[in-house]
């Protein structure tokens, strides 16, 4: 009788290499080699799609897209003029490497010796007992780390070079060494090879299927799943706040949210969400909503819904968004409500928008809603991008050139807005799911906030220019350099109440960053600093009792966000009690009775409503854009 023993990788044989083919019996090898031919038809079938999307592709090739050719040769150059120094490091890397192999040959002798180098803290890569406990893969995860380590200092210190080609040398190598982790690769992941032969090859098989499904036949890209997306389905068991859609335009859907307190505060609450990706994050499920927090609290609340555009969004310019975004909400939640003021909150991308309007409104004062808005807070927002993290890597004129070639439609594709966003974490948002969908065969676990992520939108190619260049690129809001609508704008003639939420470990808006665009703004104004990051620093409800955020009682505003911090004091738990104390106080705590959505104007659907449910992979809803 054939030996059905679980296959492992024997860790007793000298080195501890694989004894993998004495393990399997005929009819497992037998059954292994099947699997393999059906991975190797499958992958025929992937390289027949990808090869006739790039012979259809009517996109030019472009051998740098993100332009880093040019700081890589300054680095090679910096490097060649300190041949001494490059010698040192190649000696020094050269004698550790030694000393790791060195190290593993004693552990084969029997002895107990310490690593020379292990993963950081929280480095899941490397989880699995193999990577410690066989001595082959302790000694390939040391080299790899200690290449890493050594790659990673010299590029953030070798040669002169200037701080653009700096970071951008530092984080397209880093991108290179998480690609580059043996954790990624079948030969060297010992989870991969031990599930390989117990499964017989159906992981890889499984693996595979997933890759086919996957991969999107009209873009070339890989949609990797992140998640269990049947799991999920807004406005089932996402984004269930009960409200109603009270307008609807070409871009947005003014959702109002219905009330569960008898009174509520005067100045109802507009929350402006970033249009680069769906509102509902501050609606997740009833645990983690802001929106329904904010509602039990007794405020009005009013949520603008961006539509997900396509090509008949073409023409849309960054002044529509202001104009038949912002400005509408704000004017319909005044009509709606009859309140004399309103309160705005805006997200990301959608707080600089609101900056650049308030600052308009600031100089417009004949406008109808200059003197209507009662206060601003800004939640992870930057209006100075003279230093503003990792995204500002991907802009200068070469990178601007590619992306708007990219968006000959008229549309800056889903695809590849998500995938950028999922480059700034790529051994978390991709290497890991490469190894778990397609190495390992398995199916995402359902976690909605990668639901979340994975839900990605388009822009319209005009707004998305706008903004990368105007912001990103030129700071011209900062500098005083930018118009809207023919007004010069000035962040320091906003003199509303303001209050600034920055995060401590946000990649995407650096704290620094926000800090820095907060100093610009005139007035009353507040800066708080929360725990945590972009997401989970800002969707943080009191009831989970995570993280801190830091307050400064005096009304001083140090030069940087170091100085600040000096005299900060730090505070346990959720930023929200603050934030709704500092409205409240602003409405004078005055209240009114509860106000139900449609009062004035007649609900138009259910929310969330119709444009949050628009997938980047789903037919388009129908809709006459010229009837509104």
């Given amino acids: 009788m054939a030996d059905k023993t679980a296959p492992t990788i024997d860790k007793t044989n000298g080195f501890g290499l694989p004894a993998m083919p004495m393990q399997l019996s005929p009819q497992d090898s037998a059954e292994l080699a099947a699997n393999m031919g059906l991975v190797m038809e499958q992958m025929q079938v992937l390289l027949s799609r990808a090869a006739k999307v790039q012979s259809e592709s009517t996109l030019p090739i472009h051998s740098d897209p993100f332009n880093t050719m040019s700081a890589f040769s300054e680095l090679w150059q910096q490097m060649m003029t300190h041949p001494g120094e490059m010698a040192e490091k190649a000696t020094s890397f050269w004698r550790e490497q030694a000393e790791i192999w060195q190290r593993g040959l004693q552990r084969a002798s029997g002895q107990e010796v310490e ?52 970071r ?70 996402m984004a269930v706040t009960p409200g109603k859609v009270i307008y609807r335009n070409a871009i947005m859907e003014l959702i109002q949210y219905e009330p569960t307190t008898e009174k509520v505060q005067k100045y109802p609450l507009l929350i402006c969400p970033p249009w680069i990706n769906k509102y509902y994050i501050l609606d997740l499920n009833p645990k983690k909503s802001m929106v329904k927090w904010l509602v039990e609290q007794g405020h009005t609340v009013f949520l603008i819904s961006w539509i997900n555009p396509d090509e008949r969004h073409k023409d849309k310019e960054f002044v529509d968004y202001v104009a038949e975004g912002l400005f509408e909400g704000m004017a319909r939640t005044l009509e709606e409500t009859g309140a004399e003021k309103l309160h705005v909150t805006s997200y990301c991308i959608g707080g600089t928008m609101t900056a650049t309007a308030l600052s308009y409104l600031a100089s417009a004062p004949d406008h109808p809603l200059s003197d209507r808005i009662a206060s601003s807070t800004f939640l992870t927002t930057q ?40 480059l700034l974490r790529s051994a978390d948002l991709i290497w890991s799911f490469v190894v778990q969908n397609y190495l390992l065969g398995r199916e995402p676990f359902p976690f909605d906030l990668l639901y979340w992520n994975s839900d990605s939108t388009s822009m319209p190619a005009r707004v998305h220019t706008y903004y990368l260049k105007k912001f990103y690129r030129d700071d011209a809001l900062a500098r005083g350099e930018l118009s809207l609508g023919g007004v010069p704008l000035d962040l320091g003639k906003i003199t509303i109440p303001t209050l600034h939420i920055a995060t401590k470990e946000d990649h995407i808006a650096p704290p620094d960053s926000v800090y820095r665009g907060y100093k610009l703004f005139g007035g009353d104004k507040t800066f708080v600093l929360a725990g945590s990051g972009h997401i989970a620093g800002v969707v943080n409800p009191p009831a989970s009792g995570k993280y801190q955020y830091w307050t400064r ?28 104390a500092w409205l409240k106080e602003l409405n004078g705590n005055e209240q009114v009775p509860a106000r139900q959505p449609g009062r004035r104007f007649n609900a138009l659907d259910e929310a969330p409503g119709m444009y949050v449910k628009v997938r980047y992979n789903e037919p388009k809803p129908e809709y006459d854009l010229s009837e509104m």
Avoid at 180 to 192: D, H
């Fill in 553 to 580: 009682d005096d009304e001083a505003v140090p030069g940087s966000l170091d100085g600040w911090r000096e005299a900060c004091e730090e505070t346990a738990g959720s930023w929200w009690p603050l934030w709704d």
């Fill in 115 to 166: 690593p020379v180098i292990e993963p950081r803290r929280g480095d899941k890569r490397f989880a699995d007992a193999e990577w410690s406990e066989n001595i082959v893969f302790d000694c390939l995860k040391q080299s790899y780390l200690h290449m890493a380590r050594t790659l990673t200092e010299t590029a953030q210190s070798a040669g002169d070079l200037d701080c653009q080609d700096r």
């Fill in 168 to 237: 951008k040398v530092e984080f397209h190598t880093r991108l290179f060494l998480e690609a580059l982790s043996p954790s990624n690769f079948f030969a060297t992941n010992p989870e991969v090879i031990r599930t390989t032969i117990e499964e017989k090859g159906a992981n890889l098989v499984r693996g595979m299927k997933h890759m086919l499904e996957d991969y999107d036949e009209e873009t070339g890209y890989f949609i990797i799943r992140q998640t269990d997306r049947d799991k999920f389905k807004v406005g089932e068991n």
């Fill in 383 to 422: 209006t100075e991008f003279s230093n503003a993290g990792e995204l500002q890597l991907f802009i200068d004129d070469q990178q601007l050139e590619y992306i708007q070639e990219q968006m000959r439609s008229g549309v800056l594709s889903a695809q590849r807005m998500g995938s950028t966003f999922n």
